[in-house]
C-alpha cells in the first residue's frame, strides 16, 4: 500500500484528492488529507460581503463535503515536515507516513509584520477585507462611512488575487456613488508597484479606470508602519498618507510549518519547479496552489489549471515514466469593476494580459481587458461552479494552457 | 538585445539599461553604473551587491528587497538609505543584474 499524504483542504489539496481518487487503485494507494478544521471558504466572496452582496453562509461549507470517500480527512494542526525520513509531524503527536507529500497549504495575510498595524485602530479604522472575520467587521463599518478618506493599501507583493484590492476600489467608488456620498469621500489606492497593476497593458488599462474614477494612485510605496495616532501610512522613503479608513492587504506568507521544516523561501513558499510543481529538493514532494514559489498569480485559476498538469504528471511518475505535461503559468480572471460590469483577464508565464475576445464553449466570447456586464455575470455565476463543478474535480469548459485565440496582440493593436 | 559601451566594456543591456549577462559584469563596471545614477559606493553598498550576485548565481532570478533583507541580513530601511528611492532596480542595476520581476 502506497500513500499520498495532502497537506491543506483549499481548492488545490481538495481537487487533487477527488482527481486522483478516481485514478489510483483503493487496494494499491491510501490518500489522506490535513487541515486545521472542516471550513472550506470561497475566498473570491470576500471581496463582496463589505458591500452586502454575499453573507457568510455563502461563502462557508464544511470540507468534508467536498472529499470524496475512500480519502482519510484528518483534522489537526501540522508541527513539521520531515522530508529525509518522509514523514509529517502533527501538533496532536500523531506521525504520517508518506510516499508523496503535496504541500497546498496556500497563503495568509500576516497584519503582525507591520508595524503598528494591529495597533489600538485595527478593526476600527483599519481593516483587511482577505479574511472572513475582517470581511464581516468592514461591513459594518462600510454601513457608516459617507466622509473623508479611505484608502486602499497593499503591503508587498505577492498577495494572492493580486486583482482583489483593485476590484474592492472600483467596488466601493460605485458603491459611494449609489449612496449619494462619493464627492465627500477621498479614494486613493496605494501600491509597492510602480503601475495599478503588474503587467504593462493590464497596469495602463487599469491605470486609466482609476483615473475615470478619480481614485488617486500612489505607487512605488513601501509601507514601513502605521501610525495609529495620527492615522497615516508611513513609507520607508518617508511618504506618509493619512486615512479616515483603510483597508488593507497585509504581507503575505506561506504556512509557518514550511519555516519549521526547513523547505519554505523568505515568505515560506516552496521552491518548485516551476512547470512540474515538484519540489526542486525532494523528488516526492509536490507544492500546488498558493504554497509554492511559482511566479504566477496565487489565485484559484492557477491553482486549477496546475492541479490538471499536477494530475497528469503525477500519474507518469508512480509508473516510472518520465513527466510530459508543462504548467505555463495559465491564470484567468474576472475583475470586478462595479456598477455591475466586470472585466477578464487571461495570461501565462509569458503572455501578459491583452485585450481582445475569450473563447467560451455554450456561453459564447467574452470581452478580454474590458468592461462588459456578461464578465460580471461571469464572476458571480462562478460561486456556484466552484462548489458544483471545480472542486468536485469536475471537467470545466477553459483550457488548461493558455491559448491565445480571439486575443489581440500588441502589433495588431497598433496597426488598428 | 542592444550593446553598449561603458568604459570600454562592451555589455549587453536591456531597454531600461539592466545588464542581461552575468558573466559581463565586473566590480569596475558597477563602480561605473553606481556614479551614473548618483551613488558612490560604500562597503554597505557592496555588501548588499555582493550578496545579490551570490544569491543570482544559486537561485538564478534577482533578489527582491525582502530576500536581501532576510537572507542578506540588511534592514529594508537601510536599503532604501544606501539606494534612495527605488533600492530594488537601483541595486539589481548595479549589480549588473536583470531588472527584478514585478510580481504577477
Same mark, same amino acid.
Given at each position: ?80 515536515? /520531515?522530508? %529525509? +525520513?518522509? @514523514?509529517?509531524?502533527?501538533? &496532536?503527536? *500523531?506521525?504520517? =507516513?508518506? #510516499?508523496? !507529500? $503535496? ?123 502605521? /501610525?495609529? %495616532? +495620527?492615522? @497615516?501610512?508611513?513609507?520607508? &522613503?518617508? *511618504?506618509?498618507? =493619512?486615512? #479616515?479608513? !483603510? $483597508? ?142 471545480? !472542486? ?25 | ?104
Amino acid at each position: 500500500m502506497r500513500n499520498l499524504l495532502i497537506l491543506g483542504a483549499g481548492t488545490a489539496g481538495t481537487m487533487i484528492a477527488n482527481k486522483l481518487r478516481k485514478r489510483l487503485p483503493r487496494e494499491d494507494w491510501q490518500i489522506t488529507i490535513v487541515d486545521r478544521d472542516d471550513r472550506h471558504h470561497y475566498q473570491p466572496g470576500y471581496l463582496f460581503m463589505p458591500f452586502g452582496t454575499y453573507t457568510e453562509k455563502q461563502v462557508v461549507r464544511s470540507r468534508h463535503a467536498f472529499l470524496p470517500d475512500g480519502v482519510d480527512f484528518v483534522i489537526a494542526d501540522i508541527d513539521q515536515v /520531515d522530508p %529525509e +525520513a518522509s @514523514t509529517v509531524a502533527l501538533t &496532536d503527536g *500523531r506521525n504520517l =507516513p508518506y #510516499d508523496y !507529500l $503535496v504541500i497546498a497549504t496556500g497563503t495568509t495575510p500576516r497584519p503582525d509584520e507591520t508595524p503598528g498595524m494591529l495597533g489600538p485602530e485595527w478593526r476600527k479604522s483599519i481593516f483587511d477585507f482577505y479574511t472572513l472575520e475582517g470581511s464581516a467587521a468592514l461591513a459594518k463599518t462600510l454601513e457608516h462611512f459617507d466622509r473623508g478618506r479611505l484608502v486602499v493599501h497593499v503591503t508587498e507583493m505577492p498577495i494572492k488575487c493580486p486583482v482583489a484590492p483593485l476590484e474592492f476600489v472600483f467596488l466601493a467608488e460605485a458603491w459611494l456613488r449609489g449612496r449619494g456620498v462619493r464627492d465627500r469621500v477621498e479614494l486613493t489606492y496605494v501600491t509597492p508597484l510602480p503601475g495599478a497593476f503588474t503587467k504593462p497593458a493590464a497596469s495602463e488599462h487599469l491605470g486609466s479606470m482609476l483615473d475615470e474614477r478619480k481614485i488617486a494612485l500612489e505607487a512605488d510605496f513601501m509601507v514601513e508602519s502605521i /501610525d495609529n %495616532e +495620527a492615522k @497615516t501610512l508611513v513609507s520607508y &522613503d518617508e *511618504r506618509e498618507i =493619512p486615512f #479616515d479608513l !483603510l $483597508v488593507t492587504v497585509p504581507l503575505n506568507m506561506g504556512a509557518d510549518f514550511v519555516a519549521r521544516s526547513g523547505m519554505g523561501d523568505e515568505l515560506n513558499y516552496v521552491p518548485v519547479d516551476k512547470h512540474t510543481l515538484q519540489s526542486k529538493k525532494y523528488a516526492n514532494v509536490f507544492a500546488v496552489g498558493d504554497a509554492s514559489d511559482i511566479p504566477a498569480s496565487k489565485a484559484g485559476s492557477v491553482a486549477h489549471f496546475a492541479v490538471d498538469i499536477f494530475v497528469h504528471n503525477f500519474l507518469e511518475l508512480i509508473e516510472g515514466r518520465p513527466m510530459t505535461e508543462s504548467f505555463d503559468g495559465h491564470a484567468n480572471c474576472f475583475v470586478e469593476s462595479g456598477d455591475g460590469k466586470g472585466l477578464l483577464i487571461d495570461f501565462n508565464y509569458d503572455t501578459e494580459p491583452l485585450p481582445g475576445r475569450f473563447p467560451l464553449p455554450k456561453v459564447g466570447p467574452l470581452d478580454l481587458l474590458k468592461e462588459s456586464r456578461a464578465n460580471h455575470l461571469g464572476k458571480l455565476a462562478f460561486r456556484h461552479i466552484y462548489w458544483n463543478v471545480l !472542486l468536485p474535480g469536475r471537467p470545466m469548459p477553459i483550457p488548461t494552457h493558455m491559448s491565445m485565440a480571439g486575443k489581440v496582440t500588441t502589433s495588431e493593436n497598433k496597426e488598428k | 538585445m542592444p550593446v553598449t559601451t561603458i568604459e570600454g566594456h562592451q555589455i549587453h543591456v536591456d531597454d531600461e539599461g539592466f545588464m542581461t549577462e552575468y558573466d559581463e559584469w565586473s566590480e569596475d563596471l558597477s563602480k561605473v553604473l553606481a556614479a551614473q545614477i548618483g551613488i558612490d559606493l560604500s562597503d554597505e553598498h557592496w555588501q548588499a551587491i555582493r550578496f545579490l550576485r551570490s544569491d543570482f548565481a544559486e537561485q538564478g532570478e534577482t533578489a527582491t528587497l525582502r530576500r536581501v533583507s532576510v537572507q542578506g541580513g540588511i534592514p529594508t530601511k537601510r536599503l532604501f538609505q544606501l539606494f534612495p528611492k527605488k533600492p530594488a532596480k537601483k541595486m539589481a542595476y548595479i549589480a549588473g543584474l536583470p531588472k527584478p520581476q514585478g510580481c504577477v
